[in-house]
């Protein structure tokens, strides 16, 4: 019996049916090829509304409309720690609108250090890890991390790995259950940077990262079980233009619909209301914690 497939719950196991086993190391050569065999005819029939996608820049002045973004200035949520996650070809400068309406919150936050999500999955989260831990250090609570995307299977990832550092995770279109179940159009660009990284270019993930030792253990951490006192809630959309919105229904989170594009998640006023609920619902710190803080 193959291994792999004992370390993963039924949904995962039928991306493993597929005949493609993102836990198990292959040759640079395998591993891109394995890659491209994700563009078969029966994804086909199920590709995401990329079109759609236009509409992304209408939802930030929505966003600015809504009420949910001035009540940001009646929450007060404690200098609660969050570390937020960019998405795929993204940097953390997408994602300062969210991180604004949090410090407006009194929330502590943090960036994932990322002008451009296009590095190896094993640097990333060795980044992030660093980053919460130092963030846990400086408010002496555990972290919430908001990831985006692709930035939401790294916040995965380092869940598992560390929950004594991570209280939730909220993960905005992350497709958690097959990383590949993306648009076609987007899935040649990551053939694209792979072919990049697999020919020396530095600061590009690699073919390898894919299927080989390089990230073995963070295939592990984003698609094994995840751990039962970190919280996590897994936002989707059903018109989202870029990852089929089926693989962001993950096993263990509380999976919420929201409405818009993908580009346009962390700018959807229905993110920022599951956000503050979020926020709203985790316990406040005990006394030492608040003290440690101050």
Known sequence: MNTAKQRVGPATQAVLDDGIDPL????????LLATLAQLHP??????????????????????????????ADGLDLGGRPVALVPGFLAGDASLGPLTDWLRRADCRTSSAGIRFNVSCSTVLI???????ELLA???GRRVVVVGQSRGGVLARGVAVRRPDLVEAIVTLGSPHIDPLAIHPLVLLQVVAIGALGSAGVPGFFGSTCFNGECCERFREEALGPFPNDVRFVSAYS?????????????????????????????????????????????????PQQQAAAA
């Open 238 to 286: 059903k018109t989202d233009g870029v990852v089929d919105w089926r693989s962001c229904v993950a096993e263990g989170a509380e999976n919420v619909e929201i409405g818009g594009t993908h580009f346009g998640m962390a700018l959807n006023p229905a993110a920022y209301r599951t956000l503050a609920r979020v926020l709203n619902d985790l316990e406040a710190p005990e």
């Open 137 to 139: 250090e400086r408010t």
């Open 24 to 31: 198990t190391p292959q040759s640079p050569r395998a591993s």
């Open 42 to 71: 029966s994804r086909l029939r199920r590709t995401p509304p990329l079109p759609l996608e236009v509409r992304a820049p209408l939802e930030y002045v929505g966003l600015l409309r809504d009420p949910v973004w001035g009540s």
């Open 126 to 132: 060795d980044r992030i890890e660093r980053r919460i």
